[in-house]
Nanobody, 124 residues
Framework: QVQLVESGGGLVQAGGSLRLSCAAS????????MGWFRQTPGKERDFVAGINWSGGSTYYTDSLKGRFTISRDNAKNTVYLQMNSLKPEDTAVYYC?????????????????WGQGTQVTVSS
């Protein structure tokens, strides 16, 4: 059973930064891609960023490139999302997910396991 636990969310002022962490259980973490998504009430879960098993390839939704950075530490079974220059519209619940063997990084259907989410609130 794979467990993903996000942390690092909270309340921040516009222009500030947060770093989210996602700790994964299991010994196969380093063989799977990982992703971050976000969701606001009544809306679909949107892709934020993805990273392949080695960290050598990263993927971002265009609107967030340059502000958000995904990274991973396979020795710690952890994936990170560094969020800079935060805006009120970044307010959402942020989820990390472990990639399935098949499927796109950009779609929720491409992921097999999900964390419980962490709330990020950006005040204006």
């Amino acid at each position: 059973q794979v467990q993903l636990v996000e942390s690092g969310g909270g309340l921040v002022q516009a222009g500030g930064s947060l770093r989210l962490s996602c700790a994964a259980s299991g010994r196969t973490f380093s063989t799977y891609g990982m992703g971050w998504f976000r969701q606001t009430p009544g809306k679909e879960r949107d892709f934020v960023a993805g990273i392949n098993w080695s960290g050598g390839s990263t993927y971002y939704t265009d609107s967030l490139k340059g502000r958000f950075t995904i990274s991973r530490d396979n020795a710690k079974n952890t994936v990170y999302l560094q969020m800079n220059s935060l805006k009120p519209e970044d307010t959402a619940v942020y989820y990390c997910a472990r990639k399935a063997r098949q499927g796109s990084y950009y779609s929720p259907e491409g992921y097999a396991y999900w964390g419980q989410g962490t709330q990020v609130t950006v005040s204006s």
